[in-house]
């Protein structure tokens, strides 16, 4: 393999021996248009570079050449110094193109010295902080360039934007702005709005004039205050994309503050707003110098500046992949040595700007060196919002959990981001007001560890959101909204044990039953005449009912019911009637089943006897209540605890429906006092049967006087 | 969509002619039809797959999986050597949130039939990443449907699908019922909310549309007055406050609910009835509850003596003070080099730190707008995806205003609240574009002046206050149904139409309301409009008085509006060129409107600026002031009383009859200036009061800063006049003289 490697290598750097000699060409630089971007119907692309030369800029002699060797016009040389240029040319159809740089001193032939900068506005995403109107679709197809173009909705719509600070625009700018619409459903009229900072509107249209303020039209925007309607001609072609442009030399005012682009009829697809053409991006795939095998080149971007806590920096990304002929490689960016062919990194404020890269074949080196130029911008605060979603806080012993984060970028540029958890780290780009979610797994934790899922930028830490490991015994834990968070705004994660615990009963006078969940009033008192009756001496006592506030119900179902368990002193027999709050909302069951288990876990450390109780099956759908039925009965199994299945008992009376009936065609969730004594009647069997298991097994009871 | 409809199933895609708008959302895959392994007609769908591990295609059109009970499709991989695939389905609701099934296995070479169950009460579609569970309105409101697959390696080949069909529920809704009802309390105050909630087996296709569907509850009163209320539909959301504000969770599922005030003790009954397409369906007892003694005074209501006042039902006074809290934040700034921004977004979070504060320092009122950036209901879903477009509400801002109008009761704030502002129906605002009525988002009007004549539009608005009526309603912390802010800045403002659209809302909302809340409109300029303060649909008259010459403003603005014989406010006032000047206008504000016989204090608009210097301190003093005056039957006029001081800038301005008055007086330079002067001063003056009868006289001096007492005077009224002396002062001093 590395024999064939060997022998391109040298078919490569022949040929472009020759080519050298042939043309007296020392460097040729190969680059292609980005991907995304819409090769065949923008005229324009820039190749942004670093001189390979030690020659200044302004000296060097460049053409551009696409695959077929038909060389392309190049419109503007930009210096942007002495080592770093800009080449604006006009592509072929071509993606793929060389440059080659001589170094003659004569300087690079332009065609078009005043080609005006281009200033993007709408292209997949808005300036962050505009304000939008109107209907904004972002698809994916029809799309001229980046990820997507905007529509509204069939028939009439219209989007606008007003820009977050208002652009300096002059009158020999324009605006450009690609549209699409269908052969089969053409607008009537296609108008696009400028607003200047006067607030003095300029209509521009095409087709008919249907979109206006005055009574007697077709009107769309009644309330326009008087604006001044251009007719730019007939509608442009269907069916492909079509490049519209409108001079800004009627308009007086030099600042632009709002762009709304409209439809009447039809439907409309719109892509790549901008003032002024705004050029394709090409990049250096291939960096060559004649006689030599081995040439180290890199690219790089470097964001605007930004601030965090004080500290000032800008997000350097460089990457040696447009070296030729190297296999190895070695960034030194103040002082400290990085290897690596790509990498991106923070240059704070006061770093030493030098980037040094060597590149290495086979023995071969050859080191190429730039220094970064400084921003001129203001920095501004880096802008992300991380939420942790809602996520499931009960675990069986230890399991793993993982909770996704939201992370939304703010900010009017793209920013790497990772985002580290215990165990690994995840790599987000996300675009300016984009979100991404991120899982983030734990695992091998114990209960008090405070873990931590945090948004890092190049290893500087933006934020972090911590989650605690707890227990059903873990105090101080409170709802917050949608999240059980502790005094230290942790969020909780309760861990409880997947087996009963070994509570054992001991001897007592009295039994002493803690009554929690959703039941019918009077219940405690019914069930205590009956046990009276049966003389078996009791004491019962009742959690009470949650208050839910604005919080998630089953967290707080689980707070109220382990908060008091935890405060009393311990008890005999613990009955767990689930609560009809959470099962009402329709909880998933899987997440329910966790929280009850939990509940019942904490009831296993202090009571000797745990009865769990189906819910009651309330009409007219007690399909409802069926999974949880189901799932209170699996822990009942698993964990070894007396069940009462209250949901079969009802179901079991052809008559159940009539229990529940407040009137007729109104249906409550628990049985109506006539419907009580059926339930209590098979809970009480159920006590009396645990009595006699202890019994059986010597332990002393409550039976008494 | 492919409708084909065979017994008791109806095949949705059958792909027979195209992809029914099948979509592609993995780059490695392709769509096609294909006369291959068609399980319905001759085509089926098929996938191409190159080289991925999942594929996934989708449907991104509206559902309506109503009265059907399972939806199955099949599935086929012809590839017989391939492991086990998993296969989920997805589909989003008209809020995108996603719900999710569990994982299906399918084999390469074996025919798969997958069948979902998409009945209301299925488990198989389970929330990711938020908190709403699957109810009959997701299902109604499928806004995409998709399948993905997971294959175990990376994969090139297809897969086909063909055959995706409804079928439809064995019970179909025909005889509707509640359930899971809850009527918490069986005993609660008067004037407290007696709230009953339920969830209805039938789900209109437009909750709100009354006409479609409508709960009524008929509240018996002891005494046998009959009260109708409307339920409403509702849903749940959970708050909290993160980075970037509040962020609500929609939670668990839908449901409705009836609220009711009862304003006598003893016992109530009352029965619900349902109505179904205009028809009575069902009337069924409800229950009943008593109503017992409290010490609130119930709803705010024009006093019956003195109906340029407001008092409780219970007959106690009610002297509104408060500021304006129209959203929880305002990016407007009144001068330049504004000091700070306000925190954004804190939505009722905002309130509760603002109506705290209020409450500690003696404020009562406050004024709330339902605007489309904070608690409107009817709004474009383009503008965010809760708002659900004309005659369908946001029940997102209802629960904000839900939680508002509870911490408003908890604190002791009554809310004049704004239902429509000025901006959704003009221009400078830009709301009108993102406005539903508007015909470029689907509605009726061609432009905004319409909304007051086309019949539809009033029908709709009707509509919404038949929504606003049987949610808020209740509240007796809502003191005024404000129509509409700033009325006369709509676009082609035109008299005679805004004066007719008053004749129709007004006794509309007279009409639903149980509970006679007051109601009104507002205007902006000063000048506009007497046709329209005249009429008696306006039953306050609202306006604003921005203006650094604040005591002459306030004079000119009651003495305009005074011979119309209507209660009158000032909604609106605050300017300054810096921070200093703006306090002293509020200041002003507050203290000149209180020594006039306006209905209430003027309301300053600055609230942010109120909360980030912590300036209630202000209305402490003020509330401490006038704690325990009772301004009705007291015939008050404006004071004629002067002052006499070295300083030319003092004022006097008052409110008296022959036996008591209520004097400000002030240094005109700070507040009663075109140019304001910002630094304190200190006075001392003479006042000449008269037209009080002869007699004996206390007079007490008010430190309108701290709300204390800083001397008093007893002295003899003997002559018309009397002049009496004023120690030395800053900048202002409050004056009580009442004979003894």
């Known amino acids: ?705 | 969509m492919f409708f084909c409809t065979r017994g008791m199933t109806q095949i949705i895609f059958d792909f027979e002619n195209s992809l029914d708008n099948w979509q592609n959302r993995e780059a490695s895959q392709q769509l096609s039809l294909s006369k291959e392994y068609a399980v319905s007609g001759s085509a089926s769908l098929k996938v191409s797959v190159n080289n991925s591990e999942t594929a996934w295609i989708a449907y991104p059109g509206k559902i309506d999986f109503n009265n059907f009970q399972f939806f199955k499709f099949n599935i086929y991989m012809p590839d017989s050597g391939l492991s086990e695939i998993s296969l989920k389905c997805y589909v989003k609701d008209n809020e995108w949130h996603w719900f999710e099934t569990g994982l299906f296995r399918i084999k390469g070479g074996v025919k798969k039939e997958v069948g979902i169950d998409i009945s209301n009460t299925s488990f198989a579609w389970k929330p990711l990443n938020h908190l709403k569970n699957w109810d009959g309105y997701a299902a109604r409101n499928i806004s995409e449907f998709g399948i993905m697959l997971f294959f175990q390696d990376k994969y090139t080949g297809s897969f086909y699908v063909d055959a995706f069909e409804l079928i439809k529920a064995r019970f179909p809704d025909d005889k509707i019922c509640l359930y899971n009802f809850e009527a918490p309390q069986d005993r609660v105050k008067t004037f407290e909310k007696f709230e009953v909630s339920f969830k209805s087996s039938y789900r209109p296709e437009n909750p709100f549309d009354p006409q479609e569907f409508r709960i009524t509850g008929s509240f018996v009163s002891p005494s046998g007055k009959t009260f109708e209320v409307p339920a409403f539909y509702y849903h749940k959301y959970l708050r909290r406050l993160e980075d970037d504000g509040e962020n609500l969770f929609p939670y668990g599922i839908e449901g409705w609910k009836i609220r009711f005030t009862p304003q006598e003790m003893g016992r109530y009954t009352y029965t619900i009835q349902i109505y179904r397409d205009g028809n009575k369906v069902s009337d069924m007892e409800g229950g009943t509850f008593l109503a017992e003694m409290s010490g609130d005074g119930g709803f705010v209501r024009w006093d019956k003596k003195d109906p340029l006042y407001m008092s409780f039902q219970n007959g106690a006074f009610f002297y509104p003070i408060g500021h304006t809290l129209r959203s929880p934040d305002d990016k407007r700034v009144p001068y330049y080099r504004w000091e700070f921004t306000p925190p954004k977004n804190m939505g009722t979070f905002a309130y509760d730190g603002y109506f705290k504060k209020m409450h500690e320092n003696g404020e009562n009122y406050a004024r709330i707008w339902m605007s489309a950036w904070w608690q409107a209901i009817e709004w474009n879903p383009f503008y965010a995806p809760h708002y659900k477009g004309l005659g369908r509400y946001s029940v997102e801002n209802a629960w904000r205003l839900d939680y508002v109008l509870e911490a408003a009761a908890r604190y002791g704030i009554y809310v004049d609240l704004t239902l429509i502002n000025h901006g959704q129906f003009s221009r400078p605002d830009t709301e009108w574009l993102d406005n539903p009525y508007s015909i470029i988002n689907g509605g009726m009007l061609n432009t905004a002046d319409e909304f007051f004549t086309n019949q539809l539009a009033i029908d709709y608005f009707k509509r919404r206050l038949d929504y606003i009526v049987s949610r808020w309603a209740y509240s007796k912390n809502i003191v005024l149904w404000e129509l509409w802010n700033e009325i006369d800045l709509t676009i082609n403002y035109n008299t005679q139409n805004i004066k007719k659209w008053h004749e129709t809302i007004h006794p509309y909302l007279r009409g639903i309301d149980p509970y006679d809340h007051l109601i009104t409109s507002h205007y902006c300029r000063i000048e506009a409009d007497p046709v329209i303060w005249a009429i008696p649909q306006i039953e306050m008259i609202e306006g604003n008085s921005y203006n650094a010459e604040m005591v002459e403003s306030v004079l000119t603005f009651f003495t305009k509006r005074k011979p119309f014989g209507k209660p009158v406010f000032i909604n609106e006032y605050g300017v300054g060129a810096n921070r200093r000047i703006l306090e002293n206008n509020l200041h002003a504000g507050i203290w000149a409107s209180s020594m006039t016989p306006l209905t209430g204090v003027a309301l300053f608009w600055y609230w942010p600026f109120i909360d980030y210097f912590d300036l209630y301190f202000h209305y402490k003093a003020l509330s401490e002031f006038w704690k325990g005056e009772d301004r009705r039957g007291k015939n008050y006029q404006l004071t004629a009383a002067s002052v006499e001081s070295e300083s030319k800038d003092m004022g006097i301005t008052g409110i008296q009859n022959n036996f008591e008055g209520f004097f400000w007086i002030y240094a005109g330079k700070l507040f009663n200036d075109k140019r304001p002067q910002e630094t304190p001063v200190k006075r001392t003056c003479t006042i000449k009061i008269g037209n009080f009868e002869p007699g004996n006289y206390e007079l007490e001096a008010w430190n309108t800063y701290k709300g204390e007492i800083v001397f008093k005077k007893d002295f003899v009224m003997e002559g018309e006049t009397e002049e009496v002396p004023i120690p030395e002062f800053l900048n202002d001093i409050a004056l009580k003289i009442k004979r003894k």
Request: hydrophobic fraction near 35%.
């Open chain 1, 1 to 705: 393999m590395s024999k064939i490697k060997n022998m391109l290598f040298v078919y490569i750097a022949l040929s472009s021996s020759l080519l050298f000699a042939q043309e007296s060409w020392r460097y040729a630089a190969d680059f292609a248009i980005g991907e995304s971007e819409p090769l065949g119907h923008v005229n324009l692309a820039s190749l942004k570079f670093i001189n390979p030369s030690k020659e200044r800029t302004q000296n060097l002699n460049i053409i551009i050449k696409d695959t077929k060797g038909e060389a392309c016009q190049i419109k503007k040389f930009k210096q942007v110094n002495n080592r770093e240029a800009e080449i604006l040319f006009t592509p072929s159809s071509d993606r793929f193109y060389t440059a080659y740089i001589k170094e003659s001193g004569t300087g690079t032939t332009q065609t078009d010295e005043n080609l005006r900068d281009g200033k993007m506005l709408i292209e997949d995403f808005v300036p962050v902080d505009s304000t939008k109107t109107g209907q904004w679709n972002w698809v994916t197809v029809p799309r001229m360039s980046g990820s997507f173009s905007i529509t509204g909705k069939e028939g009439t719509s219209f989007q606008r934007v007003l820009l977050p600070s208002p652009e300096k625009i002059e009158k020999s700018d324009k605006l450009v702005v690609y549209l699409y619409y269908m052969e089969e459903k053409p607008p009537e009229e296609i108008m696009v709005e400028l607003t200047t900072i006067r607030d003095k509107i300029y209509l521009y249209s095409w087709g008919q004039d249907l979109i206006s303020a005055d009574k007697g039209k077709k009107i769309l925007l009644g309330t326009l205050p008087e604006a001044k309607k251009i007719s730019m001609g007939s509608l442009p072609e269907s069916g492909r994309w079509i490049k519209m442009e409108i001079p800004f030399t009627g308009i007086k005012e030099n600042m632009l503050s709002a762009v709304g682009l409209y439809h009447y009829g039809g439907r409309v697809w719109w892509d790549r707003v901008s003032i002024n053409e705004v050029p394709m991006t090409a990049s250096i795939t291939t960096m060559r110098e004649r006689d030599k095998k081995v040439k180290s080149y890199f690219n790089y971007s470097a964001s605007s500046p930004l601030k965090l806590d004080g500290k000032v920096f800008q997000v350097l990304k460089v990457d040696a992949s447009p070296s030729s002929g190297a296999e190895a490689f070695s960034f030194t960016v103040s002082g400290k040595k990085y290897a690596g062919r790509t990498m991106e990194l923070l240059l704070m404020q006061g770093d030493d700007r030098k980037i040094s890269l060597e590149a290495e074949c086979q023995g071969i080196r050859d080191t190429m060196e730039y220094e970064i130029p400084r921003s001129r911008e203001n920095p501004e605060d880096i802008k992300m919002v991380t939420k942790v979603l809602p996520y499931q806080p009960f675990v069986r012993d230890r399991e793993p959990f993982t909770v996704i984060l939201s992370v939304t970028n703010l900010n009017n540029e793209t920013v790497p981001l990772s985002v580290k958890g215990r165990d690994a780290e995840e790599k987000v780009y996300p675009q300016p007001g984009e979100t991404k979610h991120v899982y983030v797994n734990f695992s091998n934790y114990k209960s008090g560890d405070i873990m931590e899922a945090g948004i890092y930028i190049c290893g500087l830490k933006l934020c972090g959101k911590t989650f605690r490991a707890g227990s059903t015994e873990t105090s101080n834990i409170s709802m917050d909204g949608p999240f059980m968070t502790d005094e230290k705004g942790n969020f909780m994660v309760i861990d409880f044990p997947g087996e009963k615990g070994k509570k054992t009963s001991t001897p007592v006078d009295s039994l002493n039953i803690t009554l929690a969940g959703s039941y019918p009033d009077g219940t405690g008192e019914i069930l205590q005449k009956i046990l009276n009756k049966e003389g078996i001496k009791s004491v019962i006592s009742e959690t009470g009912k949650p208050e839910y506030g604005y919080n998630q119900m089953l967290f707080s179902e689980y707070l109220h019911i382990v908060g008091k368990l935890n405060l009393s002193e311990n008890g005999d027999i613990f009955i767990l009637f689930p609560y009809t709050g959470s099962i009402e909302e329709k909880t998933p069951p899987a997440e329910w089943q966790k929280a009850v288990e939990a509940i019942i876990s904490a009831g296993e450390k202090q009571f000797s006897k745990i009865i769990i109780c189906s819910p009651f099956p309330a009409p007219p759908f007690p399909e409802l209540y069926t999974p949880y039925k189901t799932v209170t009965e699996e822990i009942a199994c698993k964990r070894s605890d007396n069940f009462l299945d209250v949901y079969s008992i009802y179901l079991s009376n052809p008559d159940w429906r009539k229990l529940f009936i407040r009137t007729e065609g109104i249906y409550k969730n628990l049985p109506e006092e006539k419907g009580v004594p059926l339930f209590i009647k098979e809970l009480v069997n159920l006590l009396n049967s645990i009595f006699v298991k202890q019994y059986q097994n010597g332990t002393a009871l409550g039976k008494g006087k």
